[in-house]
């Protein structure tokens, strides 16, 4: 054989149709093309304003990381235990947060992709398929390291010294780590569970991995030192006596984050192996799952919603208690909707702490509940406005469309204060003047967030509601605006100052913008 | 002879335009009773027609008449006696077939006893009686569409519009929704549809409209069709090729 022939087959191997490279292009095509999509949510590219956005961004981040981290910048690897107890605390809440996004994305690997049948019917190695998903996997949680880590990195080697750049390793470690990790309990949840309940189970286990961290540290800080925290807590005597000494293996990572080589050589070698060892293990069972994942029956009796469903309903309770039988018949989008409410945990457990107490600790209770209103609002109204599945039947029925869009509104508030009730009902009894506030502050924060799904709903399949953020952004941050400035809006009036008018003024201004540049009606 | 039967749907200067016009001044009568199929090429205006009809969308001009009530005016009287069948059938994943006709039926407000007994007869009538208490998200196309005609037909409307009803559905099953729009219309009830499969119009429907380019070109029973088209003994498949041919501009 030549020397050219030998070139031109190896080429072959890595660029023939179906081969490793070929296969990674094709993956690289489609990430990018969903890239391009969050970034124009659909809509035309326009690369200078694409430009602008980003550069407005990373100064946003740089600006939020500097003031987060940047009297940091001086740490050197004498810190002691005290400091890498602070650096691996903050390192794990970003670890957690990227093994949530990893769990979720090798668990959609199963579920979502429209390709996976095209593939299972082509000659094509389901296994080399599988290896390059999950390594790009890998890649799209490096570049959510990245997004997050990066700024802080830049700001504190700019401070501090070049050192600090071992944190890319670091970054790109996690992400490997998370992967890894996400993989190994994909494949548990398929095989202890199923491929019927593993998508719920595993959108359950994401959001508690990614919230329990954070979570956790607020409630022992809340119970011990009575605080929210977590750096109080870390910095507390109750902690730093549990730790171990400033040479031990457990600070390896915040070691190598300070710049020490040998510890990052550690931790990238030991990232490789965790990411290595299950994808090589798995990748053979990844396609098996995938085609259980297409097998799946719902079938069966099951119960109806009433023991009589043919009754004298008004179209209004009918067109509400429907809205709640779908949310409540669908565990998974129950679970996108409803996961945000855990972390009301620490706010329950703020009221139940200082139950009793004086009222100041419990004014922060109201901006927690307000905002968590808003956006719980606003996942509900966007399934009960723009996700209505049988949109045609809605809208032949002899319903006025004034009459059906109360009726969905209704639904959402109730189902929304159903939710606050408990919370209420605890700061009635120590504080009716709180309550009120409280009430208030919900109800307006929610009502906002629907108003705005209403003025810019977009006619989508219901489960298309992880897209919803990214078929309207403008939606989307008119919605956390407005939840912020009521939120803001509720604790200055929980401290009982009249000054909550300013930023109760910001809120309806974020309201009337939404609804001027809300998309026109065309039919 | 001119038929002398009153207007189930009398549609006068129709227009809808989105880049080009889709329905330019459709003028349509359908008698009460009748089995009337719109036939047209793809993009030719018909399924925009009839969402205009069904009060999916607004015209641009012109008006609907349903059963003497201005659909444009009072769409709520309107869609009373109205029912609507996409192509596409949008129903509740999450709901049982008998869930779902629990739901229409409320919303028509109808009377839950006499609601409950259709509701069983359709869903027997309809082969989907095993199936009246499984949630719908596994369901075929076919058994699908099925729900949604009979949620179509559980409130007893004068008027069936059809969106290519057929499409997708195995020979049992289409012959089944066939069965059923043969029999309201013995009823009394007047069904509209379209459809590619032009066989379907051609046995099934009394009077035939073509639209091309959202004008009505030619209507009539098939021997009408023929007449106009200029061909006698030609199945509609070729009387409807040489219709729309003539509309096509010169190449």
């Known amino acids: 054989m030549t020397a050219a022939a030998a070139t031109a087959a190896t080429t072959a191997i890595f660029t023939a149709p179906g081969s490793w490279l070929w296969l990674a292009r094709h993956e690289g095509r489609l990430a990018w093309r969903d890239l391009r999509y969050l970034m124009t949510g659909g809509g035309r590219w326009r690369g200078r304003n694409v430009i602008i956005v980003f550069i407005l961004l990373a100064l946003g981040l740089h600006l939020i990381a500097f003031g987060v981290v940047g009297r940091h910048a001086h740490m050197t690897l004498d810190v002691g235990t005290r400091g890498f107890t602070s650096i691996t605390g903050s390192f794990l809440l970003i670890f957690f947060l990227l093994l949530s996004q990893a769990l979720e994305q090798v668990t959609r690997l199963f579920y979502g992709r429209g390709d996976l049948d095209l593939f299972r019917s082509s000659p094509a190695s389901l296994r080399r398929i599988f290896v390059i998903r999950v390594l790009s996997i890998a890649v799209s949680t490096t570049m959510m390291a990245l997004v997050i880590a990066l700024p802080a990195i830049n700001v504190l080697a700019l401070f501090g010294g070049p050192h600090w750049f071992t944190g890319l390793g670091i970054a790109v470690a996690a992400a490997a780590t998370t992967t890894g990790i996400a993989l190994a309990m994909a494949s548990i949840l398929f095989d202890t569970l199923g491929p019927k309940r593993t998508r719920f189970a595993s959108q359950v286990a994401s959001a508690i991995v990614g919230s329990a961290f954070i979570i956790g540290i607020q409630a022992v800080a809340i119970l011990s030192i009575g605080t929210l925290s977590p750096n109080t807590l870390f910095g507390s005597d109750l902690v730093l006596a549990r730790m171990p000494e400033a040479d031990g293996a457990l600070w390896i990572p915040a070691r190598a984050l300070l710049g020490s080589v040998p510890d990052l050589a550690i931790t990238v070698v030991a990232a490789a192996l965790i990411l290595t060892v299950p994808m090589v293990l798995l990748s053979g069972r990844l396609g098996g799952y995938a085609i259980a994942t297409a097998s799946v029956h719902h079938g069966g009796n099951r119960r109806a919603w009433s023991t009589r469903l043919f009754r004298t309903t008004s179209s209004r309770q009918l067109l509400q208690r429907k809205e709640w039988v779908l949310l409540f018949r669908d565990p998974w989008l129950a679970s996108q909707t409803l996961m945000q409410l855990l972390y009301l945990i620490p706010a329950a457990l703020l009221l139940w702490r200082f139950y009793g107490d004086s009222r100041g600790a419990l004014i922060v209770l109201a901006p927690v509940l307000t905002m968590a209103a808003g956006q719980l609002a606003g996942g509900l109204a966007w399934l009960a406005v723009s996700g209505e599945d049988a949109p045609d039947l809605i809208a032949t029925a002899p319903v006025s469309p004034t009459q059906n869009l109360v009726a969905k509104v209704e639904a959402v508030l109730i189902a929304v204060l159903a939710i606050f009730a408990p919370f209420l009902i605890g700061i009635f009894s120590h504080s009716w003047t709180m309550a009120l506030i409280v009430a208030t502050g919900i109800l307006v924060s929610a009502f906002s967030s629907t108003l705005i799904q209403i003025w810019f709903r977009s006619q989508a399949r219901r489960r298309y509601f992880r897209r919803r953020q990214t078929s309207s952004r403008i939606a989307t941050f008119a919605e956390a605006f407005s939840s912020v400035a009521w939120a803001f809006a509720a604790a200055v009036a929980a401290n009982e100052s009249w000054f909550w008018i300013a930023p109760a003024i910001v809120a309806v201004l974020v309201l009337a913008g939404a609804y001027n540049i809300r998309p026109r009606a065309t039919s | ?251």
């Open chain 2, 1 to 251: 002879m001119e038929r002398t039967v009153s207007a189930a749907l009398r549609v006068t200067g129709l227009r809808k335009t989105f880049q080009r016009p889709a329905v330019d001044g459709l003028d349509l009568k359908v008698g009460q009773g009748e089995f009337y199929a719109l036939l047209g090429p793809n993009g030719a205006g018909k399924t925009t027609t009839l969402r205009m009809v069904a009060g999916l969308m607004q015209p641009d001009a012109g008006q609907v008449s349903i059963f003497g009530v201005d659909a444009l005016a009072d769409p709520v009287a309107a869609k009373r006696i109205t029912a609507w069948v996409s192509d596409e059938p949008m129903i509740y994943d999450k709901l049982s077939p008998t869930e779902y006709l629990a739901f229409v039926a409320g919303l028509w407000g109808m009377d839950p006893a006499v609601a409950e007994k259709k509701s069983a007869a359709l869903l027997e009538w309809l082969e989907l009686k095993p199936h009246a208490h499984e949630r719908c998200e596994d369901f075929s196309k076919g058994m699908r569409q099925k729900v949604a005609l009979a949620g179509a037909l559980v409130h007893e409307p004068k008027l069936i519009i059809l969106d290519e009803p057929l499409t997708g559905l195995d020979a049992r099953a289409a012959r089944l929704v066939k069965d059923a729009l043969l029999a309201r219309v013995r009823q009394g009830c007047t069904v509209i549809l379209t459809t590619h499969i032009l066989e379907v119009a051609e046995r099934m429907a009394e009077r035939i409209g073509v639209i091309s380019r959202g004008k009505l070109i030619a209507e009539g029973t098939l021997e009408e069709l023929r007449k106009q088209s200029g061909s006698s003994n030609t199945s509609l498949e070729d009387v409807f090729l040489t219709l729309v041919a003539e509309q096509e501009p010169a190449q």
